[in-house]
């Protein structure tokens, strides 16, 4: 079983960048995909990125693509999520998702662990 902590949330202007760190607890941390979800105010949440158990693999939502870039330090049992030239529409909370899989979980696929979020609020 996994246990995540993010952190690094917080309040930036557009054109900002951000990173978001997830800190897992737990020996299995590598044979882990990782997801990072968000959750706006008043939808449903949705997916952002993972990333696969070795940090090779990498899947991206469209909205996302060439802006955010996640990657992983199993040494430290730590996901990363990158954010750059943030937009007002990328206020959310941000959640960090643990699967033991060794494929690259899509977007639909459901996740065995999460976090319980840090709040992103990009001001226009």
């Known amino acids: 079983q996994l246990q995540m902590v993010e952190s690094g949330g917080g309040l930036v202007q557009a054109g900002d960048s951000l990173r978001l760190s997830c800190a897992a607890s737990?020996?299995?941390?590598?044979?882990?995909?990782m997801g990072w979800f968000r959750q706006a105010p008043g939808k449903e949440r949705e997916f952002v990125a993972t990333?696969?158990?070795?940090?090779?693999?990498?899947y991206y939502a469209d909205s996302v693509k060439g802006r955010f870039t996640i990657s992983r330090d199993n040494a430290k049992n730590t996901v990363y999520l990158q954010m750059n030239s943030l937009k007002p529409e990328d206020t959310a909370v941000y959640y960090c998702?643990?699967?033991?899989?060794?494929?690259?979980?899509?977007?639909?696929?459901?996740?065995?662990?999460w976090g319980k979020g840090t709040l992103v609020t990009v001001s226009s």
């Open positions: 990333i696969n158990y070795s940090g090779a693999g990498k």
């Open positions: 998702a643990a699967k033991k899989t060794f494929t690259i979980p899509t977007p639909n696929v459901d996740m065995d662990y």
């Open positions: 737990g020996r299995t941390f590598s044979t882990h995909a």
